[in-house]
T-cell receptor, first 115, second 117 residues
Framework: NAGVTQTPKFQVLKTGQSMTLQCAQD?????MSWYRQDPGMGLRLIHY???????DQGEVPNGYNVSRSTTEDFPLRLLSAAPSQTSVYFC??????????????FGPGTRLLVL | AQTVTQSQPEMSVQEAETVTLSCTYD???????LFWYKQPPSRQMILVIR??????QNATENRFSVNFQKAAKSFSLKISDSQLGDTAMYFC??????????????FGQGTRLTINP
């Protein structure tokens, strides 16, 4: 198993540009989520999905969209990039729905710089 | 709201020594989960160990063990026989009982651990 994979590893954007951060997992996990990591602030939940076709907002969803058309993929879209979105983005997945409190597995991260 | 506090921004020990990383948390809930994650320079978040709040027995995973004090809301990580590969940022994290569908981890600020040869 490749686990959780993310592309690209690093990206530079100009303010106002849009882009999609890719996330895929090959563990047949139902639950997937996106976090951003900023210095001194730990990780914060952006969006999450409990299964294909089902998504919901996390703690800091503004400026981001997600979709979950398949179990394997959970892309994160930046609609109009802003410097405040400069961060490291982590995708995570777990086997089942929240009620089972499954351990989350993280991808390697995508470092995004918005100029 | 739940909060997680790691009071040691940085620690440094010699290889083969034992080191303990501190973590305290604040919650009014009785059923929850606690985790330690390791983030090496590659930036990938790696699960080190997990503890269920309803279990009195401390979790262990090879050289890693925790001291879980529920009444004191303390969850420290002990690394025995430390190795150079243990050099990383370590995050303590809290996850509450499922609430409104979000399986949200609340992270501490992290402790940067350096193992010196």
């Amino acid at each position: 198993n490749a686990g959780v994979t993310q592309t690209p590893k690093f990206q530079v954007l100009k303010t106002g540009q849009s882009m999609t951060l890719q996330c895929a997992q090959d563990m047949n996990h139902e639950y997937m989520s996106w976090y951003r990591q900023d210095p001194g602030m730990g990780l914060r939940l952006i969006h999450y999905s409990v299964g294909a076709g089902i998504t919901d907002q996390g703690e800091v969803p503004n400026g981001y969209n997600v979709s979950r058309s398949t179990t394997e993929d959970f892309p994160l879209r930046l609609l109009s990039a802003a410097p405040s979105q400069t961060s490291v983005y982590f995708c995570a997945s777990s086997l089942s729905a929240p009620i089972n409190q499954e351990t989350q597995y993280f991808g390697p991260g995508t470092r995004l710089l918005v100029l | 709201a739940q909060t997680v506090t790691q009071s040691q921004p940085e620690m440094s020990v010699q290889e083969a020594e034992t080191v303990t990383l501190s973590c305290t948390y604040d919650t009014s809930e009785s059923n929850y989960y606690l985790f330690w994650y390791k983030q090496p320079p590659s930036r990938q978040m790696i699960l080190v160990i997990r503890q269920e709040a309803y279990k009195q027995q401390n979790a262990t995973e090879n050289r890693f063990s925790v001291n879980f004090q529920k009444a004191a809301k303390s969850f420290s990580l002990k690394i025995s026989d430390s190795q150079l590969g243990d050099t990383a940022m370590y995050f303590c994290a809290f996850m509450r009982q499922a609430y409104q569908g979000a399986q949200k981890l609340v992270f501490g600020q992290g402790t940067r651990l350096t193992i010196n040869p």
